[in-house]
Antibody
Framework: EVQLVESGGGLIQPGGSLRLSCAAS????????MSWVRQAPGKGLEWVSI???????FYADSVKGRFNIYRDNSKSTLFLQMNSLRAEDTAVYYC????????WGQGTLVTVFS | DIQMTQSPSSLSASVGDRVTITCRAS??????LAWFQQKPGKAPKSLIY???SLQSGVPSRFSGSGSGTDFTLTINNLQPEDFATYYC?????????FGGGTKVEIK
């Protein structure tokens, strides 16, 4: 059974950094497309970043240069390093598998406040 | 960027109804279109990928169709557990983009 479990969210001040984790099981992370998708309170879904099996990565313009997606294949874990956080980054962050997001985690809340 | 426009933004329906939600892409995306269901406080759930392929475990009353720029999600025989918000998403090109959502409410 495919499972994705996010962690690492919390309260952070603007300009701060946070690292999110997504522990995967039931499939091979290294051979899958893995993404982060976020949802601001009361808003719709926004794709953040994706990493390919070969390691290539793409980012939304809103996070480019500030966020970094990577994975630890030995631990079957996906990460999102978030730097220079802004109030508008406040959201529930989900990890998801496949380019069409066939599987989702339960999400982790990031709140950027001053 | 490819803009995804869903309509309607909300609708009211009764149990047993047939519901159709439309998603239009600002440019052709072949069949790289997915649909999701989201209930309050929960993660989205995959329903459809490749425009018309049913995700494993999803009831057959859900179906998708379309290609190019125009797509539809149809729910036949609407059930109480189907009242939720539905999103479409294109994965033809980056940035991956979602529609604004359609909230299906109880009439």
């Amino acid at each position: 059974e495919v499972q994705l479990v996010e962690s690492g969210g919390g309260l952070i001040q603007p300009g701060g950094s946070l690292r999110l984790s997504c522990a995967a099981s039931g499939f091979t992370v290294s051979s899958s497309y893995m993404s982060w998708v976020r949802q601001a309170p009361g808003k719709g879904l926004e794709w953040v970043s994706i990493i390919y099996s070969g390691g290539s990565a793409f980012y939304a313009d809103s996070v480019k240069g500030r966020f970094n997606i990577y994975r630890d294949n030995s631990k079957s874990t996906l990460f999102l390093q978030m730097n220079s956080l802004r109030a508008e980054d406040t959201a529930v962050y989900y990890c998801a598998r496949d380019r069409y997001f066939g599987y989702w985690g339960q999400g982790t809340l990031v709140t950027v406040f001053s | 960027d490819i803009q995804m426009t869903q309509s309607p933004s909300s609708l009211s329906a009764s149990v047993g109804d047939r519901v159709t939600i439309t998603c239009r892409a600002s440019q052709g995306i072949s069949n790289y279109l997915a649909w999701f269901q989201q209930k309050p406080g929960k993660a989205p759930k995959s329903l459809i990928y490749a425009a018309s392929s049913l995700q494993s475990g999803v009831p057959s009353r859900f179906s998708g169709s379309g290609s190019g720029t125009d797509f539809t999600l149809t729910i036949n025989n609407l059930q109480p557990e189907d009242f939720a918000t539905y999103y479409c998403q294109q994965y033809n090109s980056y940035p991956l983009t979602f529609g604004g959502g359609t909230k299906v409410e109880i009439k």
